[in-house]
């Protein structure tokens, strides 16, 4: 076999590489990499302008952009191995940002045809200059003297002697960016991307301003508001849907890839107009909640590279999974199973990864849109718009009759009688609530007597409110449908089983159907209050009634989920 | 001779979360079942030409069940409580999802390390402690058992 040697022409290359879609925000931070990874504990960043008096909003206007940083600095060898094409990937170490040894001459000729690199590892500062305008069918850079402006800057920002400095100039004037518009990206976007390494104690700076850590998970007020349950949040604090925890995303590739994958829930800006004009705006602002701001952000040893990733439809596009944020933290050992690019923007999960991660926020959007759309029903609620306020109404004045439209009047004795019973019925219903309360606390693994609040709060589930009449609860026992209830603050009532398949088809499938639902809950609170009519009737057997009644009920909360699970039907929603 | 103890997997009135594992191919399949066969009827559907457990080791490797010669099945019974054995299968669902996630969290560190090829469905049912007990016992008792299936 015979090799033969092919050429290449490095100008239309660092012309390929220069257009792989940076922008100046992108491309600063690829070069910010370079300052981190080289132990810099401070990193200034300069936009300078064409003409100073111009303001910031003005496109094509600047002149260069500069990198300074207090990193352990190059030397010559050093100097030249960075502004190689594809550098010995080996001088990286594991914690390293950077790949392919690409990074600095795609991100800076992506931006300006002069690429400047001023070092010192403590021995003096060189200057090394590559102009693209120069390079035709050879690659070279050209070794020159510190300018005046060079001497200033190092005796601004690097007066101990070691650190480098990237000046880009030659800027492409083809519609380039204002500096506001850089300048704004890298306010808000360097806090995220760096967020691990400015939380340690990197500082950056950006023309004079330092920039905060932006955690975008709030995991800090996460952390104070707890584990998010979606069927009580109020949609006012941030929850977490995940804390981190390790998870396996591909055992195909050696070692296997790890990541840890943490999720937390953000406020529902909606909730917020209750409080005053101008508070939703605020709330989304503060959380930056938004179309291009919920899903993954990826981290590869602990820089960011992927914004707000929602991997082909793994977080869809839906406006109820705005405040839905999730972390991945990736090392190196990911960068060749997830394809992680050039500029370390973007990355494709394999197949397996893709899946894994499938399987792991199938909880974890259902949890974030469930607790969504929670928070906009209690803020329905609070206007009076919520079907089941609408339905307990209507109900406040449903009460239990004493006499049942066209039983017989029955005389004292018989009264009395229906009374006892009603009282035994009572004890019954009291009775029951309490042992699945204290059933709930075993299974928490307490074995103490529930309080009268615990009592009270799983028959009502939790609602507020002493008109109340129909109960949304979580469960009920054997999973029925719906079940009869009494305490003396409510009166006769029903308790709705909101987890059952039947209900869910009702109160989540058919959410915007108010009209039904109220129809619906309606026609439970009266099956129950017709059950205790039959159970307290003198005329019947109770404990047959009793029996027959629940078995009924069973009956009807089986059929109602077999009929939903039935895949030759289509239930409402029809449209 | 083949000889395979099913008496224990199927009684009429239990239901179950099942656990089928290949080493050789690095797969586990988490299912649940309630119908009257248990899971000795579960197996014989999963294996038919349109079976879950074929569907899903075909989309995952390519081939037939057949090609694994190793496989296992773990047995482990619910409750006898209606909301378990019942038609309506939230709180098996939830048990099954708990047992494939928490499956998932560990796969990379059991030797072999394997994928978990079953669907995985979340229930609004998995925050509830009874099932959560249920399946922490279960992934347990997989931790434990694991290592000795040859």
Redesign the interface.
């Known amino acids: 076999m015979s090799t033969v040697n092919l050429g290449w022409n490095p100008k239309r290359v660092l012309f390929g590489l220069s257009r792989i879609g940076y922008t100046p925000h992108s491309a600063i931070a690829d070069i910010v990499d370079n300052s981190v990874t080289n132990g810099a504990k401070n990193v200034f960043i300069k936009i300078q302008k064409v003409r100073e008096d111009l303001s910031d909003s003005r496109k094509n206007n600047i002149k260069d952009y500069l990198i300074i940083d207090d990193g352990v600095g190059m030397d010559d060898e050093g100097i030249l191995a960075a502004l190689e094409l594809g550098s010995d990937q080996l001088q990286y170490g594991d914690e390293s940002l950077s790949k392919f040894g690409l990074g600095l001459k795609s991100a800076a000729f992506s931006q300006g045809s002069m690429l400047e690199v001023i070092s010192s590892s403590g021995e003096g500062f060189l200057k090394y200059v590559v102009d693209l305008d120069s390079i035709d069918s050879q690659y070279f850079c050209e070794k020159k003297d510190l300018t005046d402006d060079d001497k200033k800057i190092i005796d601004d920002y690097l007066s101990e002697g070691r650190g480098t400095i990237v000046r880009i100039s030659k800027i492409h004037t083809n519609n380039h960016p204002s500096p506001k518009n850089t300048i704004d990206e890298l306010l808000y976007r360097l806090g995220t991307i760096y967020y691990y390494f400015i939380r340690d104690g990197v500082r950056i700076e950006l023309n004079g301003e330092g920039i905060e850590p932006y955690d975008v998970l709030f995991t800090g007020e996460a952390e104070e508001a707890g584990n998010l ?1 979606e ?1 009580d949040w109020d949609g006012r604090s941030v929850a977490w849907i995940k804390k981190p ?4 995303l591909d ?1 195909d590739s050696s070692p ?1 890839v ?1 990541a840890v994958v943490e999720v937390t829930q953000l406020p529902h800006p909606p909730t917020f107009s209750l409080d005053g004009e101008g508070e939703q705006e605020r709330i989304r602002k503060k959380y930056k909640i938004g179309a291009g701001n919920y899903g993954f952000y990826v981290y590869r040893n602990k820089r960011l590279i992927s914004w707000a990733e929602r991997f082909d439809g793994l977080i869809p596009q839906d406006q109820d999974f705005y405040a839905f944020r999730g972390r991945i933290l990736l090392d190196s050992s990911a960068d060749n199973p997830f394809n992680i690019d050039v500029k370390k923007s973007h990355l494709v999960l394999s197949e ?1 990864a893709w899946n ?1 991660l499938s ?2 926020s ?2 974890y959007k ?2 974030s849109k ?1 607790a969504w759309q929670h928070a906009a029903a209690v803020k329905k609620q609070m206007l009076g718009e919520e079907p089941n306020t609408i339905s307990n109404d209507i109900a406040a004045i449903l009460d239990l009759p004493d006499h049942m439209p066209g039983a017989p009047l029955l005389d004292p004795d018989e009264e009395k009688e229906q009374e006892r019973r009603e009282d035994e019925i009572k004890s019954k219903i009291k009775e029951k609530i309490r042992r699945e309360a204290q ?2 606390r075993a ?3 307490d074995s103490g007597e529930p309080t009268e609040d615990e009592v009270a709060s799983l028959g009502t589930g939790g609602a507020e409110g002493k008109y109340k009449k129909i109960f949304r609860v ?2 009920i ?3 029925l449908l719906w079940e009869p209830y009494f305490d003396d603050d409510h009166g006769w009532s029903v308790r709705i089983n909101r ?3 039947y209900a ?1 088809c009702l109160f989540e499938d058919n959410s915007e159907n108010t009209d039904m639902q109220v129809m619906v809950e309606l026609f439970l609170l009266q099956c129950a209050q017709a059950e205790i009519a039959l159970r307290r009737s003198i005329s019947l057997d109770s404990a047959d009634v009793e029996e027959v009644i629940r078995s009924y009920r ?1 009956s009807v ?2 059929l109602l ?2 009929m939903v699970r039935r895949s030759d039907i289509q239930l409402p929603p029809l449209g | 001779m083949i000889v395979t103890r099913v008496a224990n997997s199927f009684d009429y009135e239990s239901a179950y979360v099942y656990v089928w594992i290949t080493k050789e191919r ?1 797969s586990v399949y988490v299912g649940q079942t309630s119908g009257d066969g248990g899971v000795v009827g579960r197996a014989g559907a999963h294996v038919k030409s349109n079976g879950t457990l074929r569907e899903r080791f075909y989309e995952a490797y390519g081939e037939q069940i057949e090609c694994a010669e190793d496989w296992y099945i773990l047995t482990f019974p619910l409750p006898k ?3 378990y054995t ?3 299968s ?2 098996r669902n939830a048990v099954e ?1 708990l047992v ?2 928490g499956l ?6 059991y030797v072999p ?4 090829i079953s669907n ?3 229930s ?7 099932v959560r ?1 249920i399946a922490k016992s279960i992934l347990s008792a997989i931790e434990e058992v694991f290592p000795t299936i040859k």
């Open positions: 349950n069927h925890t390790s998870q396996t055992i296997a790890q397996e894994a399987d792991l199938d909880e259902r949890k469930k059933e709930a299974a928490a693994g979580s469960a026992e054997d999973n987890g059952h398949r869910r069973e909360s089986n989920v077999q | 690095k409580k209606k909301k019942g038609p309506e939230s709180y999802y494939q996630t998932n969290e560990v796969r990379g560190s390390p394997f994928r978990v995985i469905c979340y609004d049912r998995c925050s509830e402690p009874d007990a």
